[in-house]
């Protein structure tokens, strides 16, 4: 059945990561009568920083059809279950935020009130040792999560690390070979309807003219369509996130292949480490109003694993988001949509998500109202979610020592933000008001991680027979021995996706 009104012709602009995630994407599940064109140039650089992911990734690349272990050779990619906070809610103190749970609650009350209950009485484990995810990472070990629900081996998750710029190629090959077309070259004009103000076409620097029905706008932090043709606006978050610089440098790999990411927080921000087959990624992001450039190259530089591969490459950026993901018939997608730090490793989550709904709610040619504003309604509670729980890392630390963290410490928040605080500091809940990407044993890992140690306990607990201790002991073992057994990451990869050049 031919439907006149159809998507006939999709263009996306820009390449690397967003692009080539997008265009694969859609070529996977359009499988006729419309044409995909990508337009981006050698010349033009990609941020190419997002090498640190979270376990939705999985679902992207399996609803792709791709396998695990081939995509892992060609990025040069490692494993992650979680990631190390290194003196965020005060020096000289480390915590995980894992991927997955801590234990299983075993009752009508949360296990982490339990938790509470015993470490108000001396008796409770650390709170990182009753968590599958972080039982694995300290001793470097990796294997698939189990099936079995009875086992502890269920209750851990994990995502990758990988080289963007790898991943990119290795998306391009798949839509290629599906079908994408690539155009190489400069854009230097975009043509708009007279009446409407939608994109007809843009034109490159070569004279060529090409035309589509939907534009994708994968241009980076230019928005090349979304803020330079429609002037669509942006909200900036610095007031809540100041950093707004990094110093970016990939390194020689050193000692042990960790199965996490590492962020240390500095005098002026925190410091990434990301480790792949073959090399260490690294950044330093700051708040440009506390260090200059050089100072933060200087601070990078001091605080590698190993030999720098390059010179610290200075990235510039104001965490926030347009006022609209869709504005007529162009959709940002990528930093054209709007920048979050990549603290938690959203940046490519963030595509991802853009990418699920654009397919959701595809449009055709007379693109209702009513669908784009759907899709702006879901994307802006996306970000300020992501948001909210970024905010959190900054507000509950007990740092005094520079103007950064004095600052975060006493900085009003969202009161979205403020009321998860407030209940978890009187009661020791975790309550939610809309969907969250990070849910409760998410924020479980930052509140007590950087010291928001509730006042009291659920009431509920006081009502409930014996205290938990002897099923936290029992869980903290049962971990030890699980991940005691597990093989190492190193010897994970080389047993099933070593990169032959590593």
Not at 110 to 121: I, K, M, N, T, V
Not at 229 to 251: F, I, N, S
Not at 429 to 453: E, K, M, T, Y
């Amino acid at each position: 059945m031919t439907d006149p009104n159809a998507i006939r012709s999709i263009v996306i602009v820009g390449g690397g990561t967003a692009g080539w995630m997008t265009a694969a994407a859609l070529a996977n599940v359009i499988r006729r009568d419309c044409t995909i064109t990508l337009i981006e140039s050698d010349e033009i650089g990609t941020v190419g920083v997002g090498e640190a992911t979270i376990p939705p990734i999985r679902t992207f690349n399996q609803t792709l059809g791709i396998d695990e272990n081939e995509f892992v050779k060609a990025t040069q990619g490692s494993f992650k279950l979680g990631i190390e906070f290194v003196d965020w809610g005060k020096r000289d103190h480390r915590y995980f935020h894992p991927f997955g749970t801590h234990g299983r609650d075993f009752d009508f009350v949360p296990l982490h009130q339990y938790w509470l209950s015993a470490r108000a009485s001396g008796g409770a484990p650390g709170l990182d040792d009753l968590c599958m995810a972080w039982a694995a990472a300290k001793r470097g070990k990796f294997a698939h999560p189990s099936p079995d629900m009875r086992t502890v081996l269920s209750t851990f998750d994990y995502a990758y690390h990988f080289d963007a710029g790898l991943y990119a190629r290795f998306l391009r090959s798949y839509a290629e070979q599906r079908g994408v077309v690539r155009i190489e070259g400069k854009i230097s004009n975009v043509a708009q309807n007279g009446l409407n103000g939608f994109v007809e076409s843009v034109a490159l620097e070569s004279g060529q003219q090409v035309a589509g029905d939907l534009f994708v706008d994968c241009s980076g932090f230019r928005g090349l369509l979304i803020e330079g043709a429609l002037q669509t606006g942006y909200q900036d978050w610095t007031h809540w996130l100041p950093c707004d610089r990094a110093m970016a440098v990939p390194c020689t790999s050193a000692g042990e292949l960790t199965p996490y990411t590492r962020s240390t927080a500095r005098e002026a921000g925190w410091q990434w480490r990301i480790p792949l087959q073959h090399r260490t990624g690294n950044g330093y992001v700051f708040c440009s109003a506390f260090i200059s450039e050089d100072e933060a190259a200087t601070t990078l530089m001091a605080n590698l694993d190993g030999k720098a591969l390059a010179d610290p490459r200075p990235l510039r950026f104001v965490t926030g988001r347009r006022n609209r993901f869709w504005n007529k018939n162009v959709v940002a997608i990528g930093l054209s949509s709007g920048f979050m730090e990549p603290l938690e490793s959203t940046s490519i989550h963030l595509i991802q998500a853009g990418i699920a709904k654009l397919i959701a709610l595809f449009p055709d040619r007379n693109f209702d109202p009513l669908v784009i504003d759907e899709y702006n309604r879901i994307a802006v509670n996306e970000f300020e979610r992501i948001r909210d729980f970024i905010i959190l890392h900054y507000k509950l630390t007990n740092r005094t020592d520079s103007e950064l963290w004095r600052y975060c410490a006493t900085m009003a928040v969202p009161e979205t933000v403020e009321w998860k605080i407030e209940h978890f500091r009187r009661h020791g809940r975790l309550v939610q008001r809309d969907a969250d990407l990070f849910g409760p044993p998410s924020w479980l890992a930052v509140h007590i991680g950087q010291g928001n140690l509730p006042e009291g306990t659920d009431p509920m607990l006081a009502l409930r027979p014996g205290d938990g201790r002897e099923v936290l002991n029992k869980l903290e073992k049962a971990l030890a021995q699980a991940a005691e057994a597990m093989p190492s990451h190193r010897d994970w990869i080389a047993r099933h996706c070593a990169a032959p050049q590593a």
